[in-house]
């Protein structure tokens, strides 16, 4: 699978310093406070615990969406919504 | 007296304007503080739009509408303590619309924070009630357009639907509601300028013809009547019309049953895969539309008045990432397409329009088969599907709990067939002899007052 001379996943990590494995399922326990910390938005232990709560309910259906096959959907040009598409 | 009773009674003489609005007022004045569904009255400003309306179909109605777009004299609050956007007072499409056709605006009415709730429990103002039970929702996000037509302080309301803030609080407040086809109502000057793809304005009324009269308003155009026959309906056996208490399932395949026989039509089983994706992808699309032009430093100066919750989830939704919510464009182009292919099988997709009827205001869970889950995560799966594809959907009321709560129905249909809906509406109210259009909550039936 990765014989056009391009690094694994993991030889790219440990390039980068980074571990060979991630974690896909970005537990909220490092997503939010470093998206945050990336914007550099404040949050105070009621809005992590928000935070929390709202990605423990989307963040595994956001995954499935995310896996789901849709390299087949021709996108919309322009879409008008009012309208049955083209 | 309904909304198009007060029309037709003043433009037929029979009724004087100038009382009708005096009675109004001191109805509000009576019932709103059991209800809190109408946050700010301005007779001055109600009796200066009397004084200058035209003939219109709407001559001298009041009318109530929701704290989400701006009038002249008043700014829109979006039922929070702060907006990130900033607001004016200032002539909305909607407020036009009605001031062309005579309307006179009597209120503004409550809503659930920011609009991002679908039971109208957390409000700057304060939670507005349903009038079936003051202790339980009234939905949201439009609770004060509902809750001010169910408790019959006025005929009509404009509420605003973006995944399902008219529907919803239809349903839970015992009215019939209009989500419609997406950009044929008006919404010019609406406070979330940068949600350009699900947001609509809609009629909440008591029945379906109310709806139709405030529809042809808000859309510009008549929403002309015809009939159901033959209404071909489809079903779906999926969470959505599942996993639901025993006695919104029964209402609705009742209603259902009943609507085929009326209208002499037909009932097929469709399917509709994927339906979980597609209302994630409404979540997320608006959601991240809702940030557009948001700089993230605003997020670190936000008002303490805001709830908690509106704190963390404006937050959130910055991290949402940018390849879900392309995805989510591309599911939302395949579940239009699918639609499309659908809606050349069945005129009407229908399902219940909430699960279980109003949870309480303190707690508002709902028991389901599948267990106990958030109004809000459950509610939003039945209703997304409309905003995501703008198609046009409506929720009639069905049936009472055994807690004298309201239970809906709802059907979606092609786009630009909301004549279609409003006319299945009306033939499902024949089809119960209006049982459930003309049911009054404790609340209006106590007091003999009916202008």
């Known amino acids: ?86 | 007296m309904g909304l198009r009773a007060q029309a037709a009674a003043i433009a037929a003489g029979e009724v004087d304007a100038a009382e009708l609005l005096d009675a109004t007022l001191e109805r509000i004045e009576q019932r709103n503080p059991a209800l809190n569904a109408v946050v700010e009255t301005f007779p001055e400003r109600s009796r200066e739009m009397l004084a200058a309306a035209p003939e219109g179909p709407l001559r001298g109605v009041p009318i109530v509408i929701k704290d989400e777009w701006p009038l002249p004299w008043r700014a829109q609050r979006f039922g929070a303590a702060q907006l990130l956007a900033p607001t004016a007072p200032g002539e909305s499409g909607p407020y036009r619309a009605l001031r062309d056709a005579g309307a006179v605006i009597v209120g503004v009415g409550n809503m659930h924070e920011l609009g991002a709730g679908s039971t109208g429990n957390v409000s700057v103002y304060g939670a507005a009630r349903n009038p079936w039970n003051t202790e339980r929702c009234p939905g949201g996000s439009s609770s004060g357009p509902a809750s001010s037509v169910a408790g019959r302080l006025v005929a009509g309301a404009v509420g605003a639907d973006g995944l399902g803030s008219v529907r919803f609080p239809a349903a839970y407040c015992g009215l019939t509601g209009l989500k419609p086809t997406f950009g044929r109502s008006a919404m010019e000057g609406h406070h979330m300028a940068p949600v350009t793809t699900l947001i609509v304005s809609g009629p909440l009324c008591a029945d379906a013809a109310d709806c139709r009269l405030l529809g042809s308003v808000l859309f510009g155009e008549e929403l002309a009547a015809g009939d159901a026959a033959g209404l071909r309906i489809g079903i779906v056996r999926n969470q959505v019309s599942e996993d639901v208490t025993p006695e919104v399932g029964k209402a609705c395949e009742e209603a259902i049953e009943a609507l085929s026989a009326e209208a002499g039509g037909t009932v097929k089983e469709i399917s509709l895969p994927d339906l979980e994706a597609a209302t994630l992808a409404a979540i997320l699309i608006i959601n991240s539309e809702s940030m557009g032009g948001t700089r993230p430093e605003q997020l670190n100066q936000l008002d303490p008045e805001l709830s908690p919750i509106a704190r963390g989830t404006l937050k959130y939704r910055m991290l949402l990432p940018a390849a879900a919510t392309v995805q989510a464009t591309r599911v939302r182009t395949l579940t239009r397409r699918r639609l499309a292919a659908l809606f050349a099988e069945v005129d009407v997709i229908a399902w219940p329009t909430i699960p279980a009827p109003a949870p309480p205001l303190e707690a508002p869970l709902v028991e389901l088969p599948s267990g106990t889950q958030t109004a809000d995560q459950a509610n939003v799966r039945g209703a997304a599907l409309a905003n995501l594809t703008g198609i046009p959907s409506i929720s009639m009321p069905v049936g009472l709990s055994g807690e004298g709560l309201p239970i809906a129905l709802q059907l979606q249909a092609a786009w630009g067939r909301d004549e279609l809906l409003l006319d299945a509406a009306e033939a499902l109210e024949r089809a119960n002899a209006r049982r459930w259009v003309e049911a009054l909550p404790p609340l209006a039936a106590a007091e003999p007052t009916e202008a």
Do not use: C, K, Y
């Open chain 1, 1 to 86: 699978m990765h014989d056009h001379g391009h690094p694994t996943i993991g030889q790219m990590a440990n390039r980068l310093g980074l571990p060979a494995e991630m974690e896909s399922a970005a537990p909220d326990s490092d997503f939010i406070p470093a998206g945050l910390a990336s914007l550099g938005i404040e949050a105070d232990e009621v809005d992590l615990a928000v935070m929390a709560a709202v990605h423990g309910l989307l963040w595994s259906p956001l995954l499935d969406l995310l896996a789901l096959d849709t390299e087949d959907v021709t996108p919309e040009r322009f879409p008008n919504l009012s309208r049955a598409p083209e």
